[in-house]
T-cell receptor
Framework: DGGITQSPKYLFRKEGQNVTLSCEQN?????MYWYRQDPGQGLRLIYY???????QKGDIAEGYSVSREKKESFPLTVTSAQKNPTAFYLC??????????????FGPGTRLTVL | GQNIDQPTEMTATEGAIVQINCTYQ??????LFWYQQHAGEAPTFLSY??LDGLEEKGRFSSFLSRSKGYSYLLLKELQMKDSASYLC??????????WGAGTKLIIKP
């Protein structure tokens, strides 16, 4: 079955620690995205990657970092510089960046809680 | 700035029809998407509109008026499983999705 996997589903972190969230897709999609979802707000784009070995900052990239060394993988690191990291993190992918009818497919999400 | 507006919450009765509105102001327009999201789960794609008019897909239909910056999602023959949040998103001139905060739909028996 093709799809997107994220792990872990729940993650707890102490203040001052970096943590990496995993995102893997086997849909052969070029584009991948990381969003943050907070209660009462729309999804906000953290980083996106149009193609392997390339990525761009989204609207709220401060305190986060990513890599795209393989087409299938787009891990997100939440660093200690992120002021308010407790949130629901969603990874998504699409066939490409600009194609028409370019729906994004989402992983199940990781809920990060900073203690 | 860019803005997507949706009602925060709506309530409807099982078997009825409900219309969820979305108005937008964005830098350019390259399509509008509707997604469904059950609590604690990932959003799933429902519909896509890029031209004015109505797109029908089973019990769900989506309408777009680009001149008015307006869309709606119409859900017919409501079922309890339709209780979820419905997210409106617009793809802007940079092909980035701008998301509304979502409309929580509560279905009552």
């Amino acid at each position: 079955d093709g799809g997107i996997t994220q792990s872990p589903k729940y993650l707890f972190r102490k203040e001052g620690q970096n943590v990496t969230l995993s995102c893997e897709q086997n849909l052969n999609h070029d584009a991948m995205y990381w969003y943050r979802q907070d209660p009462g707000q729309g999804l906000r784009l953290i980083y996106y990657s149009q193609i392997v070995n390339d990525f761009q900052k989204g609207d709220i990239a401060e305190g986060y970092s990513v890599s795209r060394e393989k087409k299938e993988s787009f891990p997100l690191t939440v660093t200690s510089a992120q002021k308010n990291p407790t949130a629901f993190y969603l990874c998504a992918s699409s066939i490409d960046w600009q194609g028409a009818y370019n729906e994004q497919f989402f992983g199940p999400g990781t809920r990060l809680t900073v203690l | 700035g860019q803005n997507i507006d949706q009602p925060t919450e709506m309530t409807a009765t099982e078997g009825a029809i409900v219309q969820i509105n979305c108005t937008y102001q964005t830098s350019g327009f390259n399509g509008l998407f509707w997604y469904q999201q059950h609590a604690g789960e990932a959003p799933t794609f429902l519909s896509y509109n890029v031209l004015d008019g109505l797109e029908e897909k089973g019990r769900f239909s989506s309408f777009l008026s680009r001149s008015k910056g307006y869309s709606y999602l119409l859900l017919k023959e409501l079922q309890m499983k339709d209780s979820a949040s419905y997210l409106c998103a617009v793809r802007d001139s940079n092909y980035q999705l701008i998301w509304g905060a979502g409309t929580k739909l509560i279905i009552k028996p």
